[in-house]
């Protein structure tokens, strides 16, 4: 069943997706050579700690962290440790946060002096991705269109879309109905409507779409270790144009 939100849920939703968003803008800010994934969770925490919040990931299904943070060839779910990032490495960030009992989801991949033109590509096309996937959330579409737009636009600079890991609707709960792949044709699925708040996500392959998951449990890997790149945003479905929720306010 996919939740229709109030004018009241949404100006809620606004709130959590906000402070998600000034907490992975913060993060992303903090992101280089010789800092710890567990520096940048452990910052994470008391950033949404002081604006009133708490991570919507933590304990979630058991996950031990307080963000996601996968580097390089990991999709998704990297547990942050103590890992040092790298001078070239892409580092994917994740946040959740729950603010009065609602979920902002956001994500981004941030290069660390990327100089590859190829990898400056491909963290391009997956923000384009997620820019034309919102595009498409518009009341009267279907939500294969948001599906479709993504793989149009991963494919159509060389690239495969991974197909074992969905965005969804996002609420009270983080993860709601519907599912969003990030593949298939356009027309179908549920029609889109005014309040339905959508947590988009493309998460795009250099190599094959093929991914598995690690010893840990949680971290996602490409199968050919090719690298990989995520965006996301929770977006609400309005009379016109979506809303981007996780973007942050003025200072
Ligand atoms: N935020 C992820 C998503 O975009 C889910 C993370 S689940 C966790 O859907 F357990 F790893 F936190
Ligand atoms: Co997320
Ligand atoms: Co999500």
Not at 80 to 95: C, M, Q
Not at 205 to 219: P, Q, S
């Amino acid at each position: 069943m996919i939740v229709i939100k109030t004018p009241e849920d949404l100006a809620r939703m606004r709130v959590s997706g906000r402070l998600a968003a000034e907490v992975i803008e913060e993060l992303a800010r903090r992101v280089g050579p010789g800092v710890t994934t567990k520096e940048l969770d452990d910052l994470a925490r008391e950033l949404m700690a002081q604006r009133g919040g708490r991570s919507a990931f933590f304990g979630y299904r058991g996950y031990p962290g307080q963000t996601c943070i996968s580097i390089n060839d990991e999709v998704v779910h990297g547990i942050p440790g103590p890992r040092r990032i790298r001078l070239g490495d892409i580092v994917s960030l994740d946040v959740g946060v729950v603010y009065e009992g609602y979920v902002g989801d956001t994500a981004t991949t941030v290069m660390v002096g990327v100089s590859d033109p190829e990898v400056v590509q491909l963290v391009s096309t997956g923000r384009r991705a997620l820019e034309a996937a919102i595009g498409m959330a518009v009341a009267g579409g279907r939500l294969s269109d948001i599906s479709h737009a993504i793989e149009s636009t991963a494919r159509a600079a060389g690239y495969s879309v991974v197909r074992d890991f969905v965005g969804h609707g996002v609420g009270k709960a983080m993860h709601e109905d519907p599912q969003i792949p990030n593949f298939g044709p356009p027309g179908r699925g549920p029609r889109l409507k005014p309040g339905m708040t959508l947590a988009i996500e493309p998460m795009i392959n250099r190599g094959g779409h093929e991914v598995e998951v690690m010893d840990d449990g949680w971290t996602v890997r490409t199968r050919d270790r090719s690298l990989s790149v995520h965006f996301e945003h929770t977006i609400a479905v309005g009379e016109g144009a979506a809303e981007v929720l996780t973007w942050p306010g003025p200072k």
